[in-house]
């Protein structure tokens, strides 16, 4: 049998494929007319691949090893007469498959006349190596399991268009090895992360996804209404404010792995729906904040990665724990000789955003035009890992004031890369400074008509009012982790199923 050289089109351009989808579909009609059952039931496993490849490492050529079964997708076929060799693939591992017809018999044999690349095959057999080497399933019974009616990519060129593989993962996903492996790192991570906060004493819960309020950051949210209630809900931008409400009622240490949705644009390193790990401990600050970060990115290193060395886009970036730590005023003079002090005053703001080109949006919003000078003069230059801490009120509504300077707030952002990956304060815990703090975000909102706004969250003010400890908070980007771990360019890369534009139908 042949393979095709064929990417996979869109469904509205598949006159070309008709042939070949056809011709499949004859195959899986010829398999039922034989008594075949083209898409099977369970099928009992004694060995994943990985563990065959395992545990006879070391066989030798002429050594046989004992009967496996295992099971996978047939990614490749080349027959040699009353002979042929196949390469079966699983999650984590491919093996070669040996088909001869004096083992198996005509009848099986010729089962292969209707048996597709792309296809589930059950099979068993006893496990030898070639005189080329291969480690190899010598089949005494193979079973189809699943038949692929759709062609999948040819081999060895794999499914390369960036818009097909994210709108159809699950091709991307068995043709692209490179691809599942990202995945299943990202699944590590978490695991990582995970069992770290549970063996630290911290207690994951689960908070509403949709509120009567969208707060805990300053993002524009989705907006969707409860039919019953006859409410405006607005799905979550952070899980912050019902984790710190966890933090009043007692619970010292608290932690939720969720879904985050922000509307806002799309780039390569932001989508409108991705995953957080945030995370609150009382009788903490932000110092506790960023030790608890240097010791993740230490176990994940050592457990995921196997180097404290990344190679991020071409850029070695050494992640082995201290991390530098720049105060937000330190990094504006180092890197782009502007003074923080004055950039607070909104004729030289103005005059640094016109020398970095910046179109703002609102030019009065002394916040806002603070935020994209940072993003525009240092942030470029922050390939870390390094913590910018220390920042001014103006621009971190939910953090501790400084007792040295009430104009400045314990907070922290980690950058590496020139990302963002962590956020993180000494939390606000007075309620008073609090309501003051809300009060100027609802300003800002009507004057701006700023939809990123912070709203006034009345019950958030009651539950500080019961008293919350003091507290150090901190929210990890999951997906930008992943990027930098499995040195992915673009957040989409990273997020199974991206959020993408529709796509028009002729």
């Known amino acids: 049998m042949t393979q095709h050289n064929q990417e996979i089109p869109d469904r509205e351009n598949r006159e070309e494929l008709n042939e070949q989808i056809l011709q499949r579909v004859k195959n899986l009609e010829k398999l039922r007319e034989m008594g075949i059952a083209p898409y099977g039931e369970k099928f009992v496993r004694t060995h994943a691949i990985e563990q065959v490849l395992e545990k006879y490492k070391d066989l030798q050529e002429g050594q046989e090893g004992e009967e496996v079964v295992i099971a996978g997708r047939l990614q490749a076929l080349r027959s ?64 189809p399991l699943s038949k692929a009616v759709q062609p999948p990519p040819e081999k060895y060129h794999g499914l390369k268009d960036v818009e097909i593989r994210y709108r159809k993962r699950y091709v991307d996903l068995f043709s692209n090895p490179d691809v599942r492996k990202t995945f299943l790192t990202r699944s590590k991570i978490i695991a990582v992360i995970r069992a770290f906060l549970n063996q630290r004493g911290y207690v994951e819960v689960e908070t509403p996804t949709m509120s009567p309020l969208a707060g805990g950051a300053m993002a524009r949210p989705f907006i969707t209404h409860h039919n019953t209630l006859d409410i405006n809900l607005y799905l979550r931008i952070a899980t912050e404010l019902h984790l710190k409400r966890c933090i009043v009622g007692g619970i010292e240490k608290v932690y939720e792995l969720g879904r985050i949705f922000r509307n806002e644009g799309i780039d390569t390193s932001h989508n409108p729906e991705f995953t957080t790990i945030e995370l609150y401990e009382a009788y903490a600050d932000y110092e506790d904040m960023m030790k608890l970060t240097e010791d993740i990115f230490d176990l994940i290193c050592r457990e995921v990665a196997g180097t404290y060395e990344i190679n991020y886009q071409g850029k070695i970036l050494d992640m082995k724990p201290p991390f530098r730590r720049l105060s937000m005023e330190e990094a504006f003079k180092q890197y782009a000789d502007i003074d923080l002090k004055k950039l607070r005053e909104l004729d030289y703001a103005r005059e640094m955003a016109k020398k970095y080109q910046l179109n703002l ?100 003010i009651e539950a500080l009012e019961y008293g919350m400890p003091p507290t150090g908070g901190i929210g990890y980007g999951i997906d930008r982790l992943v990027m930098l771990f499995t040195d992915s360019p673009s957040i989409r890369d990273v997020i199974l199923f991206p959020t993408l534009k529709p796509k028009e139908r002729k």
């Open 361 to 460: 949006e609102r030019k009065e919003d002394i916040a806002y035009v603070m935020d994209k000078i940072f993003s525009a003069a240092v942030e470029p230059h922050l390939t870390g890992p390094v913590f910018i801490k220390d920042y001014p009120i103006e621009m971190s509504p939910l953090a501790k004031k400084m007792e040295s300077d009430p104009t400045m707030t314990y907070r922290f952002e980690l950058f590496i890369a020139n990302m963002e990956c962590a956020n993180a304060f000494s939390e606000l815990n007075d309620p008073e400074d609090q309501k003051e703090r809300f009060v100027a975000q609802g300003k800002k909102k009507q004057l701006y008509n700023d939809d990123e706004a912070h709203p006034y969250d009345e019950d958030f």
């Open 80 to 143: 040699h007469g009353k002979a042929s060799f196949g390469d079966l693939e699983d999650m984590n591992g491919t093996i070669q498959i040996y088909f001869k017809q004096n083992q198996l018999g005509k009848e099986k044999y010729d089962l292969l006349k209707f048996i597709d690349i792309g296809d589930f095959l059950g099979v068993r057999g006893k496990v030898f190596r070639t005189k080329k080497g291969e480690l190899t399933v010598f089949l005494d019974d193979f079973k």
